[in-house]
């Protein structure tokens, strides 16, 4: 529940006020817009092909990890 402007503005210090929207639900939900110093980070092919777990994780730790790329994948696809 996205809480109310009034009450942010009076948590949030003055000075911060002019950053307020960044932290409302729908900016939160977008991939940021693409500039010109956005790079890729190109794996080596040994590694692609491996498909070695870089940390071993428990089941309640690959079920947040599974959660976490959804939501991301969502603001990917909200962000376009």
């Not at 529940?1 to 949030?12: G, N, S």
């Not at 409302?24 to 991939?31: I, L, P, Y």
């Not at 794996?43 to 692609?48: A, T």
């Not at 309640?60 to 959660?67: A, I, L």
Request: hydrophobic share 40%; with cysteine; charged share 35%.
């Amino acid at each position: 529940m996205e809480l109310d402007h009034k009450k942010v503005e009076a948590i949030v210090l003055q000075r911060f006020h002019k950053w307020l929207k960044v932290f409302g639900k729908m900016e939160s939900e977008r991939m940021p817009i693409r500039k010109i110093w956005d790079h890729t980070i190109d794996l080596k092919e040994e590694f692609k092909a491996s498909k070695a777990q870089v940390y071993p994780l428990s089941k309640n730790e690959r079920e947040e990890v599974q959660q976490f790329i959804q939501d991301h994948l969502k603001k990917c696809i909200l962000g376009l």
